[in-house]
C-alpha cells in the first residue's frame, strides 16, 4: 500500500535528485568559465574552485548560484590582466594587434600578426618574420 506520506517524501526525493543533476552539470560549466575567467583576472582561480564545488555539494544549485553571484560582484575589482603586464601571464594571449600592418621585407606585401606566436606571418613568402 503506498499511503500519501509516501508519495510525499518520494516527490521531495525526486526534486532533490534533480536539483543535485542541475547542480551537478552547472558546476561543470560554471567551474570551467569560472576557472579560466579568474585566471585571466589573475583572481586565486583554485579558491574559487574549490569554494565553488563545496557550495555546490552542500547546497546543490542554490549554492552554486549564491558562490556565481558572489564571484560576479567580486570579479567587478579584478579587470582582465589585473594590471600586470601581458609577458608575466603564462598561457594567457593578449588580444593586442599593432596598429600598422607591418610589411614583409622580402617582398614588401603586408604581414598579419598572430597573437598566439607573437610574431608576423607574410601569407606571400608563407614565413613568419
Ligand atoms: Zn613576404
Redesign the pocket.
Same mark, same amino acid.
Given at each position: 500500500m503506498v499511503g500519501a506520506f509516501q508519495v510525499f517524501f518520494e516527490g521531495w526525493i525526486f526534486i532533490f535528485l534533480a536539483l543535485c543533476a542541475v547542480g551537478i552539470i552547472a558546476l561543470l560549466v560554471g567551474a570551467l568559465w569560472m576557472y579560466q575567467d579568474a585566471q585571466s583576472r589573475r583572481m586565486d582561480a583554485t579558491i574559487w574552485l574549490v569554494f565553488l564545488i563545496i557550495a555546490t555539494l552542500i547546497g546543490t544549485i542554490v549554492g552554486f548560484v549564491i558562490v556565481i553571484v558572489l564571484y560576479l560582484v567580486i570579479r567587478e575589482s579584478h579587470p582582465v590582466g589585473g594590471g600586470m603586464p601581458a609577458a608575466y601571464m603564462p598561457g594567457y594571449a593578449p588580444m593586442q594587434t599593432p596598429p600598422v600592418p607591418a610589411a @614583409?621585407p622580402? @617582398?614588401g606585401?603586408p604581414m598579419m600578426w598572430y597573437p598566439q606566436y607573437q610574431r608576423w606571418y /607574410?601569407p606571400? /613568402?608563407g614565413q613568419y618574420r
Open positions: @614583409c622580402v @617582398c606585401r /607574410c606571400t /613568402c
